[in-house]
């Protein structure tokens, strides 16, 4: 019987199938500016005495210094600290190096902030278990972003898109006394949307966002666009399209479905956006 998932990419370390892809292959650093090319790092070894380790490839960089991006590599005693790739970061900055910089706050997956690329994968590093990560495990920042510092990107155009389309409950009727009440079958449309977190790991992987990042809005902020509109208590539905039906906003979204594969909290911004497109198509019909 054929094979039908021939084109299907189930592993970074699969062999490419065609010959051609094997005899010409692209050099690391090609065509990359000089200070985007990476160099190696500092290596640090264990403590002595540990039994357990593992090695950490860990992104770094400084913008405020003339230095080049470097991977340095860490070995964790990985009985000296929690289960989890954020538990491996903070043992690092606690007792090796104190100047290795990230973001962290719930250590719950809630809050987003310690968003970034896991071997490879867009994820939070709260929830992923260092069992799960590769030999060594490499740790870069979210991809397609101005880096702050080390694991720091720069969130400032992202959490801009997400305030373009405005994120607040709009209503044209007097406000009741109490709350706003809602149908439990109406409330349901809501599952699956409200509960992003705004880690932006679906936008950092979106390559319609690398390519026209600066005016296609992403994935994070139109499944926020979605929650809204398919929100019974909302009345602005008709702006809020307005504001969508754009070549650029909205229709840069090629349906890659990088987003939906990256979500750490399992949602499915792509379905969002088809959501989108259809209610402005219903619109217009």
């Given at each position: 019987?054929?094979?039908?998932?021939?084109?299907?990419?189930?592993?970074?370390?699969?062999?490419?199938?065609?010959?051609?892809?094997?005899?010409?292959?692209?050099?690391?650093?090609?065509?990359?500016?000089?200070?985007?090319?990476?160099?190696?790092?500092?290596?640090?070894?264990?403590?002595?005495?540990?039994?357990?380790?593992?090695?950490?490839?860990?992104?770094?960089y400084d913008p405020d210094g003339d230095d080049n991006p470097r991977l340095?590599?860490?070995?964790?005693?990985?009985?000296?600290?929690?289960?989890?790739?954020?538990?491996?970061?903070?043992?690092?900055?606690?007792?090796?190096?104190?100047?290795?910089?990230?973001?962290?706050?719930?250590?719950?997956?809630?809050?987003?902030?310690?968003?970034m690329n896991i071997d490879g994968a867009n994820w939070l590093a709260c929830?992923?278990?260092?069992?799960?990560?590769?030999?060594?495990?490499?740790?870069?920042?979210?991809?397609?972003?101005?880096?702050?510092?080390?694991?720091?990107?720069?969130?400032?155009?992202?959490?801009?898109?997400?305030?373009?389309?405005?994120?607040?409950?709009?209503?044209?009727?007097?406000?009741?006394?109490?709350?706003?009440?809602?149908?439990?079958?109406?409330?349901?449309?809501?599952?699956?949307?409200?509960?992003?977190?705004?880690?932006?790991?679906?936008?950092?992987?979106?390559?319609?966002?690398?390519?026209?990042?600066?005016?296609?809005?992403?994935?994070?902020?139109?499944?926020?666009?979605?929650?809204?509109?398919?929100?019974?208590?909302?009345?602005?539905?008709?702006?809020?399209?307005?504001?969508?039906?754009?070549?650029?906003?909205?229709?840069?979204?090629?349906?890659?479905?990088?987003?939906?594969?990256?979500?750490?909290?399992?949602?499915?911004?792509?379905?969002?956006?088809?959501?989108?497109?259809?209610?402005?198509v219903d619109r217009q019909s």
């Amino acid at each position: 019987m054929p094979r039908t998932d021939a084109f299907i990419v189930r592993s970074s370390d699969q062999v490419p199938k065609h010959p051609l892809l094997k005899r010409f292959p692209v050099p690391r650093n090609f065509g990359v500016t000089p200070g985007s090319r990476i160099e190696r790092g500092r290596t640090w070894a264990a403590p002595a005495g540990a039994v357990r380790t593992k090695a950490f490839e860990i992104y770094r960089y400084d913008p405020d210094g003339d230095d080049n991006p470097r991977l340095d590599t860490f070995e964790v005693d990985l009985d000296a600290c929690g289960p989890m790739v954020l538990d491996a970061l903070i043992w690092i900055k606690n007792n090796v190096d104190p100047t290795l910089t990230f973001r962290r706050s719930c250590r719950e997956g809630i809050c987003g902030s310690c968003a970034m690329n896991i071997d490879g994968a867009n994820w939070l590093a709260c929830t992923r278990y260092i069992e799960e990560t590769g030999t060594p495990a490499q740790i870069y920042p979210l991809a397609n972003m101005r880096i702050i510092k080390d694991l720091v990107p720069d969130l400032t155009h992202v959490l801009a898109q997400y305030e373009m389309i405005e994120p607040w409950l709009q209503a044209t009727t007097p406000a009741p006394d109490r709350e706003r009440l809602q149908a439990p079958e109406d409330r349901a449309k809501l599952d699956g949307y409200y509960e992003c977190i705004l880690c932006f790991c679906c936008t950092s992987g979106c390559p319609s966002h690398w390519w026209n990042g600066d005016r296609f809005l992403g994935p994070a902020a139109l499944l926020q666009a979605w929650r809204w509109l398919t929100d019974s208590r909302d009345e602005a539905a008709g702006e809020r399209l307005d504001l969508l039906e754009d070549p650029f906003r909205l229709y840069r979204c090629h349906t890659i479905l990088n987003c939906t594969r990256t979500c750490p909290k399992g949602l499915n911004p792509g379905k969002a956006i088809a959501q989108i497109k259809k209610m402005i198509v219903d619109r217009q019909s």
